[in-house]
Structures are given as structure tokens and as C-alpha cells.
């Protein structure tokens, strides 16, 4: 079978090929990843996207999040193609969220955007292929300050709420409050001490349409272990990525012991279960 690799640029001999960052987290792009091609288990979220432009990638590849609630999951594809940079991602079902290695390993390209499908990639493309055509990229650095991942506060009955477009921003200051994340409900890199860097008194996360082995919610059961009731939201239901939209749509998909404990339950509104809290 055809796994694109006969569709790189026939040129690409001719041109210095971008070196290639695998990261778990668009999060952890780092000043010296500028103009290289970043594999990530990140969401494609629009926010992810942004994060990726303001660090100058050449191109990037995200996993689809199950594309869910309005196309969220892959919004950064159309928004990378107007800045002229290459996007990918890779569908949710050949690759655990939150996994680079596994992103790189096993993804299946799910969708791209015009400037990727340019250089060669196309639906169906192993992620190894797909990176290849990539790393041909002319793209440069962009110097831009794009908003990316936001976070704001506010009250829900009783309870003080942090509202995050990413788990990556929450501080020591949300100890005793409601964490309502865009993320999704993947432990990043597989690694226990990713699951929460802070802890709350409730958590909230996106299932990411759940996936290859339920890697979308795998945050939950962790965090049980680490005394922290938490949720995840169906991905159609919200927009990962968004905060704001878990907590004003969400709708509960799975709980751990301890939030189930606290009242919660599947097919719940987030915002009632959040309201029923005991004080």
C-alpha cells in the first residue's frame, strides 16, 4: 500500500530538511523548536494551533481529539493555512492523546490543510510519511504574539471556579477550587505526576472522543489515586481546547470514584454537577 512516501517533493534532495521535535504537549515548545517539525499529542484546537505559531514551528501534527463539538478538534488546520504553515492530525484511533511517540509511531493522518496537502500529505498517511513530506517546509518562524491558551475565574453557586484552555496553566492559587480545563482527559506522556501539576478540588477535562486505548480519560483514574475528584466531558458536547465552553455545555461522559462520590454522574450537565457540589 501507498504510504505517501512517493509524493515528497521530487526537489526535496535539493533543500535542507527540517529537523523534527516529538513532544507529548504543544506546551512544551521550547524557544530552540523554532522552524522545526513538531509531532505532538496535543488536541488541533485552535488554541494548540496558536501555541504553535507563536513559537515558529515549520509545521506541526496534532492528534484530532475525535474532531468533535463544532469541527474544535482540527480548527488550528484552516488557521495554521493562513499563515502559510503545514498542519496535520492524526486520527484518535491509531494514536493515544497525549503520546508523541505514539503520535509519530502509529498516527494515521485524519485531515491536513492545503499548504500540507501541497508538499504531498494526504488523508490515510502514516504519521512517519507524513512527517517526511514535512519536513520539506519552506515555512518560517512567524513573529507573531497570537493568543493562545486563555484562563479566567469566576463562581458557580458556592464554589469558586478556575476556567482553563489548558491544564498547563493552572497554579498553586487552585487549591480548593474548581478546575474547569479545555484539555483533554489524557495523561501527557503517561507519566502519573502530569495528571494534574497542582491539585484541585474537583477537576474537569474533555474526553477527547476517548480513543485508542481510552487514552482520553486516562487522567481520571490518577487522579483518583491522588485524592482528586475529576470528570471528563463528551467531546461533542464542548469544545476542547475552550474552558469556557466546558463549563457552559459540558456534558459529563465519565467520572472517577471520587467524583461519582461527589454527586456526579454520566449524561449530567457539568454546571449543575459543579452547582451540587457539598460545600
Not at 494551533?49 to 463544532?70: E, K, P, T, Y
Not at 459540558?250 to 471520587?258: D, E, I
Amino acid at each position: 500500500m501507498d504510504d505517501g512516501c512517493n509524493q515528497v517533493n521530487p526537489s526535496a534532495a535539493l533543500i535542507d530538511l527540517r529537523p523534527v521535535t516529538v513532544l507529548d504537549s504543544i506546551t512544551e515548545l521550547q524557544t530552540a523548536d523554532r522552524h522545526k517539525v513538531a509531532v505532538t499529542g496535543s488536541h488541533g484546537g485552535l488554541a494548540s494551533g496558536r501555541h504553535a505559531l507563536a513559537h515558529g514551528v515549520a509545521a506541526v501534527i496534532f492528534n484530532d481529539a475525535g474532531v468533535g463539538l463544532n469541527g474544535a478538534g482540527t480548527r488550528s488546520l484552516a488557521d495554521l493555512d493562513r499563515w502559510g504553515v503545514p498542519a496535520a492530525v492524526v486520527s484518535h484511533l491509531s494514536a493515544r492523546i497525549g503520546d508523541g511517540r505514539d503520535t509519530m509511531r502509529s498516527g494515521v493522518v485524519s485531515a491536513c490543510n492545503g499548504t500540507a496537502q501541497a508538499l504531498g500529505v494526504r488523508p490515510g498517511h502514516s504519521c512517519l510519511a507524513a512527517v517526511a513530506a514535512l519536513r520539506t517546509s519552506a515555512a518560517h518562524a512567524q513573529e507573531t504574539d497570537t493568543a493562545g491558551f486563555a484562563s479566567a475565574s469566576g463562581q458557580v453557586g458556592p464554589h469558586h471556579v478556575v476556567i482553563l484552555d489548558s491544564a498547563s496553566l493552572i497554579g498553586p492559587d487552585a487549591a480548593g477550587s474548581v478546575a474547569v480545563t479545555g484539555s483533554h482527559g489524557g495523561l501527557p506522556g503517561r507519566r502519573a505526576a502530569r495528571a494534574l501539576k497542582h491539585p484541585a478540588r474537583f477537576a474537569a477535562f474533555n474526553d477527547a472522543g476517548v480513543g485508542k486505548d481510552q487514552a482520553g480519560i486516562a487522567r481520571l483514574e490518577v487522579l483518583d489515586s491522588q485524592g482528586v475528584p475529576a470528570v471528563t466531558v463528551r467531546h461533542d458536547s464542548a469544545e476542547i481546547g475552550d474552558g469556557s465552553s466546558t463549563l457552559r455545555s459540558g456534558v459529563v461522559s465519565y467520572a472517577n470514584s471520587l467524583a461519582i462520590r461527589s454527586g456526579a454522574r454520566a449524561g449530567a450537565s457539568l454546571i449543575e454537577v459543579i452547582r451540587r457540589l457539598p460545600e
